[in-house]
């Protein structure tokens, strides 16, 4: 049975590697500008300004 669950959860991890965008760091409201776009994850993101400061 562990060698069908060991090769299942690295083509796991390479699906979410490559399919998931990357999150950390992004407020709420970006992440749903991320998730709306029909841009493919492994594109990467594009860069522009925060229109508002982090918080601490």
Same mark, same amino acid.
């Given at each position: 049975?562990? %060698? /069908?669950?060991?090769?299942?959860?690295?083509?796991?991890?390479?699906?979410?590697?490559?399919?998931? =965008?990357?999150?950390?760091?992004? %407020? /709420?409201?970006?992440?749903?500008?991320?998730?709306?776009?029909?841009?493919?994850?492994?594109?990467? =993101?594009?860069?522009?300004?925060?229109?508002?400061?982090?918080?601490?």
């Amino acid at each position: 049975m562990y %060698m /069908l669950f060991g090769p299942f959860n690295f083509l796991a991890l390479t699906h979410i590697y490559l399919a998931a =965008p990357e999150t950390k760091g992004k %407020m /709420l409201q970006e992440m749903d500008e991320v998730f709306d776009k029909k841009r493919k994850a492994w594109h990467g =993101p594009r860069a522009r300004a925060r229109t508002t400061p982090r918080r601490a």
